[in-house]
């Protein structure tokens, strides 16, 4: 179990939409300090019982039937060399409550 994960989607709607739509899911899934503009985001999500907290990324551009978002979850303490799975059930989670919001293709 690596320390960080990627996941790359591709959604039916134009980036501005797309981005739109990740800062959405972003709030609903719980994670703080979301910031971005012009294709990039970031939030964390904080320490809790299975994890030291998380540095989540989002990269938004145009792909060929829409737009492609690119999700990457990092371990928030670089000393953390395991994260048990979490990064890559979290950038899941993202995606679950990002479907209704954004049509993956």
């Known amino acids: 179990m690596a ?3 990627t996941l790359t989607i591709e959604v039916a709607l134009a980036p501005q ?3 739109a739509a990740v800062y959405q899911a972003f ?3 719980g994670l703080l300090d979301v910031a971005g503009g012009g294709g ?3 939030g964390k999500f904080a ?3 299975s994890s030291w907290g ?3 990324q989002a990269t938004i551009g145009f792909g060929p039937n829409g737009s492609l978002v690119t999700l ?3 371990c928030l303490l670089p000393t953390q060399l395991f994260d048990m799975g979490k990064n890559r059930k979290n ?3 993202i995606v679950e409550v990002l479907r209704p919001l954004a049509p993956v293709v």
């Open 3 to 5: 320390r960080n994960h």
């Open 17 to 19: 939409q797309a981005e």
């Open 27 to 29: 709030l609903a899934v």
């Open 40 to 42: 990039a985001m970031h």
């Open 47 to 49: 320490a809790g019982m």
């Open 54 to 56: 998380e540095k989540v």
């Open 72 to 74: 990457y979850s990092e």
């Open 91 to 93: 950038l899941e989670r």
